[in-house]
């Protein structure tokens, strides 16, 4: 039975496409979006502790209960942040994923995109990410490395003073995490919506997707 | 209702135990419940004995990248806070003074010279000034002035064993805070008897400070009246109410 099977089924075969995203990006998307909602509660109790703005965070938005347990929340997750982050980055670089998916489209693509989604007619194949979703996702990939940078230089300013250096000094590169972290909970706020808009993609981002089949051919 | 008395010896431990675990927990707040997403709060001691482990393994990170040689930042006198804040674990008006004359630093642990030292001993060895930038845990820094005797050249002095793991702070406004000794050792560790010009003044320390600019402030104790060598863990007392017990910079 198996001899019937002919060389050509059998290579179409072991290139099909799997589930996309593939579930090293899932897990690690979840890993991080987990630890990034531990990182923004446990941060927003930190910064109670000595607001830089004429504002506090309400406590029942903050995590940990008080400064050492914002603290010890905050410290715990950033191990877990990080170890996903290299994970996810690693991966990217070597798969090929950034080159091919995430590579900002052109401005036009991106002026038509935006226009379809404002519009709430977003087209949005599995497999394929919109010139929206590239933008979106390569401007947060950054803003989440300066994230951690400025994190960094802000709890390490003796060892890692180079640095601190870097993002000016600790007084203006802990308003550069405070910056950085604002830019991702308005990330975090269009990434939902548009997520929810096309709740398809939140099922996919969790059991993944088999892409259609008119577009196996670009996926290789 | 009628309810039998326990016995308060008996159970003492027990009582301390939830104390301090209320302590911790007295503000939690609805934010960090529903973040722990329905963990009630009789689940509450394996989140906190996850977050201690978590916190033991970023002391561990910490002390790798820990370098002896690397330097804080030093300023110009100009770019000292004017004035540097007061910051204690009470107001100011509590602050505790004691008679310079007869002040006496208690010398512990590990050593081979348990002898206590006045501050006129102090005096005798070499001082050291710097200016650095304190920085809170709470965030806020502020750059301060100050001078005195390197902690490493006293821990010579009275013969302390330096494959020891702790050096151990006990101050006299019952503070408290210990730290390893690769940063004891670390060049820019200061037993401060000076602010400026001036000997320490009561609000920063008064007699003596021991000014760390790798470490977080609350790593940095006043009012110091002993010092102990040991291998044996000290917590401190902000680190034994949860806060990172490496507290580097």
Redesign the interface.
């Known amino acids: 039975m198996f001899q019937s099977e002919s060389p050509d089924m059998l290579s179409s075969r072991r290139v099909r496409p799997g589930r996309t995203p593939s579930p090293v990006i899932r897990i690690t998307h979840w890993i991080g979006a987990a630890s990034m909602l531990v990182m923004i509660g446990s941060g927003w109790q930190i910064y109670n502790a000595s607001p830089i703005l004429p504002f506090e965070f309400p406590p029942w938005a903050t995590l940990g209960g008080w400064l050492g347990g914002g603290i010890a929340w905050h410290f715990a997750a950033m191990w877990v942040l990080m170890a996903a982050g290299v994970v996810y980055l690693g991966y990217g670089a070597l798969s090929g994923h950034f080159r091919r998916d995430l590579r900002p489209a052109g401005p036009r693509a991106v002026g038509r995109d935006v226009a379809q989604a404002l519009r709430f007619r977003l087209s949005h194949t599995a497999g394929h990410y919109n010139a929206v979703q590239r933008l979106l996702y390569t401007g947060v990939l950054i803003v989440a490395l300066l994230t951690v940078a400025s994190g960094l230089s802000i709890w390490k300013p003796v060892q890692l003073g180079w640095l601190t250096w870097l993002f000016g000094g600790y007084d203006i590169a802990r308003r550069i995490h405070f910056a950085m972290m604002t830019l991702i909970v308005a990330f975090l706020v269009i990434h939902i919506v548009l997520a929810l808009l096309v709740p398809q993609t939140l099922f996919g981002m969790i059991f993944g997707r088999r892409p259609p089949a008119a577009s196996q051919e670009t996926v290789r | 209702m009628s309810r039998a008395r326990p016995d308060r010896a008996a159970i003492a431990p027990e009582l301390r135990r939830i104390e301090r675990r209320l302590m911790?927990?007295?503000?939690?707040?609805?934010?960090?419940l529903?973040?722990l997403s329905g963990c009630a709060l009789d689940d509450e001691p394996s989140v906190e004995r996850?977050?201690?482990v978590?916190?033991r393994?970023?002391d561990r990170?910490q002390a790798l990248?820990?370098?002896r040689q690397?330097?804080?930042?030093e300023f110009d006198a100009s770019q000292i806070t004017q004035p540097f804040p007061f910051n204690a674990y009470y107001d100011e008006d509590e602050v505790r003074t004691v008679d310079p004359a007869r002040w006496r630093l208690e010398v512990g642990g590990l050593v081979s010279d348990r002898r206590p030292w006045s501050l006129a001993q102090f005096r005798a060895l070499p001082q050291k000034r710097q200016i650095t930038?304190h920085?809170?845990?709470?965030?806020?820094?502020a750059i301060g002035d100050w001078s005195g005797v390197p902690l490493s050249i006293f821990l010579h002095h009275v013969g302390a064993d330096l494959r020891a793991k702790y050096v151990n702070f006990r101050c006299f406004d019952d503070y408290s805070t210990s730290i390893d000794m690769a940063t004891a050792l670390h060049p820019q560790t200061i037993m401060a008897l000076d602010y400026g010009d001036h000997a320490l003044p009561s609000a920063y320390g008064a007699p003596m400070k021991v000014r760390i600019?790798?470490k977080l402030g609350y790593k940095n104790p006043k009012y110091l009246s002993s010092i102990e060598v040991t291998n044996r863990f000290p917590g401190g007392y902000?680190e034994d109410?949860?806060?990172?017990w490496f507290g580097?910079?």
């Open positions: 911790l927990k007295g503000s939690l707040s609805l934010g960090g529903s973040m996850a977050l201690a978590m916190s393994f970023t990170m990248l820990f370098s690397r330097l804080a930042r930038r920085i809170c845990v709470e965030g806020w820094s600019p790798t902000w109410q949860g806060y990172n580097g910079s």
